[in-house]
């Protein structure tokens, strides 16, 4: 916090200093105002932080986003923003995928500086006033139902994956006709045993763990581990029983990120005060709350508290969230790890998630993958350009797919077996451009999440 900005994030006096020096803030999200939802102000304030990003433009290799604007600032009648009719906005917000690179890496406009520039969060306004003017995608939408589509995909698991598998043509065709979901687009295999299903019973904790009677953890298991990747869940209990913490799987619901994503803040409410809630006995007791997969961990560490700033469950919550890999470097600094890691043959590549990264916490998932002995451990830092439905939908999964080479093509220069991200859908569609670009004659990396990796290590 800047030294010239309160807790609530009003300046208290003193000018800003220019280019980020002072500490970055986010206002709270005043979701329950009737001016929120206003286009006609959205739209203004948008021209107004519009023009900002248009005189600095230190942004326009970050994401699809700004050269649009650029483009079509540059293209229009005037060459300034005046020309560019507010129509095409939705061009800008279409590409965004509110990654949080732009507020939190390149600009140096952001609160406390005057300007107030956060255009992820001006973003996620105009999404939220074009659905209260009832303008809503319905396929994304009920993507977007996470926990439901899981439930009834869990019990036809078999045929679910192999009606959405992308050698089935036909199906992927018709799906593609029907529901825009482009036919190449890989999609998320479905488990008929979840996470839950198998973490039932907790994992005794190792008597000669060196954090034995010191840490409890609740792991957040989240919508898509649960369903979709359980054996993160498994190794991340696997890892963290070893040391000797005692573990419990919880998974209230889906943390509401699609819901985020669409605009639909009451929603995300709703869900952050029940999972908050449900989580709340835990932290009671004394357990550490550990998040699976970064965009889960970014929404209750960060969003929820400020789209309910005054919940002190979900304050609480987000003081006791950690990632996964964050919370194993934690535990090997506070009390060392249990000794048995072995070396990953080949080396591991590890995609630096934007979601983790704007959790402002560090490489966390590459620092805990270095603590395996003799083992290579390439980070990879730029987007991978998939960003949940975006990177699924026909209209932008082209627009994914040409944010996302550079960074496969970082992937390859580093030529190692294993590739992993804090995000397992950016991991998967990252794999998927390496065996897709026939300029690549190299095999395809193993995908794993690293907690996965750190557990095969040590032979679990």
């Known amino acids: 916090m800047s030294e010239d900005a309160d807790s609530s994030g009003k300046t208290t ?14 206002h709270p999200i005043p979701w329950k105002d009737d001016a929120y939802y206003d286009l006609e102000k959205v739209e203004a304030e948008m021209e107004r932080q519009f023009d900002v990003c248009h005189t600095c433009r230190r942004c326009f290799n970050l994401c699809e986003s700004f050269p649009r604007l650029f483009d079509m600032i540059d293209e229009s009648q005037t060459g300034e923003l005046d020309s560019v009719p507010k129509s095409d906005y939705a061009k800008v917000d279409e590409a965004c995928t509110l990654c949080d ?119 957040y298991a989240t919508c898509f581990v649960d369903y979709n990747e359980p054996d993160t869940a498994v190794a991340a209990a696997k890892v963290l029983a070893l040391q000797g913490c005692e573990v419990k799987l919880v998974y209230p619901e889906c943390c509401g990120m699609p819901q985020l994503e669409a605009g639909d803040l009451g929603d995300v409410a709703g869900r952050a005060a029940r999972v908050a809630k449900a989580f709340a006995p835990y932290i009671a007791q004394g357990y550490d709350v550990v998040a699976l997969t970064a965009s889960c961990g970014l929404m209750m560490k960060f969003e929820w508290p400020l789209i309910s700033p005054g919940d002190p469950e979900i304050v609480a919550l987000s003081a006791k969230t950690k990632d996964i890999c964050e919370y194993v470097v934690d535990l090997q600094k506070a009390y060392g790890l249990t000794p048995g890691l072995t070396p990953v043959e080949g080396g591991v590549t590890v995609h630096q998630a934007c979601h983790a990264r704007a959790q402002n916490m560090g490489a966390k998932s590459a620092d805990m993958l270095r603590l395996i002995p003799e083992t290579r451990v390439e980070v990879v830092e730029r987007c991978s350009g998939h960003g949940g439905t975006f990177g699924v939908m026909k209209a932008t999964h082209e627009v994914a797919n040409k944010v996302g080479r550079p960074a496969a093509r970082q992937v390859v220069q580093k030529a190692t077996a294993v590739l992993c991200s804090d995000c397992p859908l950016a991991c998967k569609h990252l794999g998927q451009l390496i065996e897709d670009d026939p300029k690549i004659e190299t095999p395809t990396p193993r995908e794993a999440h690293p907690i996965e990796i750190f557990a095969q290590a040590y032979g679990l």
Not at 13 to 26: K, M, V, Y
Not at 188 to 217: C, I, W
Request: charged share 25%; hydrophobic share 35%; aromatic share 6%.
């Open 13 to 26: 006096g003193g000018p800003p200093r220019e280019g980020s020096l002072d500490a970055p803030f986010r």
């Open 101 to 219: 690179m732009c507020f939190l890496t390149k600009c140096p406009y952001v609160p406390p500086h005057p300007f107030d520039i956060d255009i992820p969060h001006l973003i996620l306004r105009y999404r939220a006033a074009k659905r209260k003017a009832g303008h809503k995608e319905f396929v994304r939408e009920q993507l977007g139902n996470t926990d439901r589509n899981g439930r009834l995909a869990k019990h036809v698991a078999g045929l679910a994956n192999w009606g959405t598998a992308r050698k089935n043509t036909p199906l992927r065709k018709l799906l593609e006709a029907i529901a825009e979901i482009d036919a190449e687009a890989e999609l998320p295999k479905y488990h008929s045993k979840t996470a839950t299903d198998r973490l039932k019973a907790p994992l005794a904790p190792n008597p000669q763990g060196p954090a034995f009677g010191q840490r409890k953890v609740a792991l």
